[in-house]
Nanobody
Framework: QVHLEESGGGLVQAGGSLRLSCTAS????????MGWYRQVPGKQRELVAT???????NYANSVLGRFTISRDNAQNTVYLQMNSLKPEDTAVYYC??????????????WGQGTQVTVSS
């Protein structure tokens, strides 16, 4: 099976920075898309940023210019550098990895989540 190990969450003051890390292990296909999603109570989980194996990125508009996603393909590790944090960034952040062998067979795995709390 696939396991995603997340780290880097915590408490930070507004304007501060955090760096999240996530490493995928197990039966992971290397040519995958990895990324970060976040969720607060009462809201759906939302995309923060993703990056394909080839380096193509996708960011939520709310984090453009503040967050940067990167990855180490050899280690199946994805990072999220979060700068200029705002209280509205407070959420549980979930690591995600997905891939497809064929169109009819796709795979999607999630980490356990790491809490990010930004104080005013």
């Amino acid at each position: 099976q696939v396991h995603l190990e997340e780290s880097g969450g915590g408490l930070v003051q507004a304007g501060g920075s955090l760096r999240l890390s996530c490493t995928a292990s197990g039966s992971v296909v290397s040519r995958n898309t990895m990324g970060w999603y976040r969720q607060v109570p009462g809201k759906q989980r939302e995309l923060v940023a993703t990056m394909t194996y080839g380096g193509r990125t996708n960011y939520a508009n709310s984090v453009l210019g503040r967050f940067t996603i990167s990855r180490d393909n050899a280690q199946n590790t994805v990072y999220l550098q979060m700068n200029s944090l705002k209280p509205e960034d407070t959420a549980v952040y979930y690591c995600n990895v997905k891939w497809a062998v064929v169109v009819e067979a796709s795979y999607d795995y999630w980490g356990q989540g790491t809490q990010v709390t930004v104080s005013s």
